[in-house]
């Protein structure tokens, strides 16, 4: 194998952003070589009626890739429900590679750490309006990060009535990653070592390490 292609699945649009962050963490682990795929499955992605095992055949079908990453936040739920439903609709896949991607509560909570990519983001790099972002430590006891994130894009892109108005800060939250270099501070976070931890094990158990 010249080059490791995976595929990630999202219950949303939004959750592209964490593309960067599973591509960084494969590099830290020994995957130099790196080809990413988001399954963009257009509106069946958020469709209640459409189940996640559809979209996980689905993503294979149309992404074919050696290792899928399958999102969902945790929301009410515990992590180990989630991972349940996530490895019940991947049953069937064979011998592929599936790992779990299960923030706590939301993906949002893990673009809280970096207040330059998000000036960045919003567009205004030099701007200088404080965003009184929260302590890393407590960013997953938050209980609606995404509207911690916006808040602090509308803030930090120093726009006020009409302009900010038309100010899409959804489309801005998925550019903030863009910014990070180095996501090694979310490593203190508990969901995110479980997953860096699972991956590792993938690797291991594989023998995957690409120059």
Known sequence: MSELRYTLVT?????????PILTWLLRENGIQL??????????SRVSERVS??????EA?????????????????????????EIYTAADGL?????????????????????????????GNGNGRMPLNLPPLRQVERLPDPK????DCLKTASNLSGR??????V????????EFIEDFSLLRNLPAFATLEQDLQEIIESNGWRLA
Not at 34 to 43: K, R
Not at 101 to 118: G, T, Y
């Open 11 to 19: 219950e949303g649009s939004s959750d592209v952003a964490l593309i």
């Open 147 to 150: 509207t911690v994130l916006h």
């Open 170 to 177: 959804s489309q801005r939250a998925r550019r903030v990653t």
């Open 163 to 168: 302009r900010l108005k038309k100010f899409n």
């Open 94 to 122: 064979g011998s592929l590679p599936v790992i779990c991607v299960i923030p706590v509560r939301m993906q949002e909570a893990w673009l809280l750490f970096d207040e330059e990519a998000i000036r960045h983001a919003a």
């Open 52 to 57: 996640l095992s559809w979209k996980v055949r």
């Open 60 to 84: 294979v079908r149309l992404y074919p890739c050696d290792l899928l990453f399958v999102h969902r936040d945790a929301d009410r739920a515990s992590v180990d429900t989630r991972k349940r």
């Open 34 to 43: 790196v080809q990413a795929e988001w399954a963009d499955l257009g509106e």
